[in-house]
């Protein structure tokens, strides 16, 4: 793909941040979200252009819309997340931790989805919401942090619902898990590398059609199980 115009929400640092600067060092066009003034700095230093945006204040998508208002988008990539409590049984959650896992990783696609699908149908574009195999309900083995398995699963089964109606619109709607990365979420230990993980996914990205559509892939193509 060349010349892509691409919107990345949750772009300050991690997954999202690597999404910018590989796609900015490349030539496209690119706007990213943040929520920091010094991480909009980051952005822009890359050639990106930042947009302050926090996905859990109250009519945050709609603005964001409104911001964006006229730009043409071929890419839109939803990655904002966090991991919520580490438990290793099914250990019920508080109240606290239930909402903002929810709140972060499942909402926010809901509420922007809708604001930006004429704007995605209009130039055939792709849609990827950032998920996790621990989402996967079929392959499933354990029950480690398992308010944040729910959330991934929730997030699959929206991407899942967007894909039947935005697909008959000639968009893409794709899942993606980047894999176990060295993050400040996945933790020193993990077997990925940002810069990995992301050219490997943007390579899924950029060989997805039509055929894709509706799928829950590896950052590597691999078929995931819903």
């Not at 043409?72 to 049984?89: E, F, K, Q």
Request: aromatic fraction near 4%.
């Amino acid at each position: 793909m060349s010349g892509l115009r691409c919107l990345i929400v949750g772009a300050s640092r991690g997954i999202g941040y690597e999404l910018a600067r590989q796609y900015a060092a490349d030539g496209h066009t690119v706007i990213g979200t943040f929520r920091a003034s010094a991480d909009g700095e980051r952005l822009v230093a890359l050639g990106a252009r930042g947009i302050r945006a926090d996905v859990l204040a109250e009519g945050w998508a709609p603005a964001l819309a409104g911001a964006l208002a006229g730009q043409a988008l071929d890419l839109v990539i939803i990655n904002a997340g966090i991991a919520g409590p580490r438990s290793t049984t099914t250990v019920a959650p508080d109240l606290a931790s239930f909402d903002a896992v929810m709140r972060t990783n499942v909402l926010p696609s809901m509420q922007l989805i809708p604001e930006l699908a004429d704007t995605l149908a209009a130039s055939g574009g792709k849609l990827v919401v950032v998920s996790s195999r621990m989402g996967s309900i079929g392959n499933a083995s354990d029950a480690s942090s398992w308010l944040y398995r729910a959330s991934k699963a929730a997030l699959n089964s929206v991407l899942k619902s967007a894909s039947i109606e935005l697909g008959v619109r000639g968009v893409v709607c794709m899942a993606l898990h980047p894999g176990w990365v060295q993050t400040d979420m996945g933790g020193a230990a993990a077997t990925l590398g940002v810069a990995q993980s992301v050219s490997a996914m943007r390579h899924v990205i950029a060989a997805a059609n039509r055929s894709h559509n509706g799928r829950f892939l590896n950052y590597n193509g691999e078929q995931l199980e819903w």
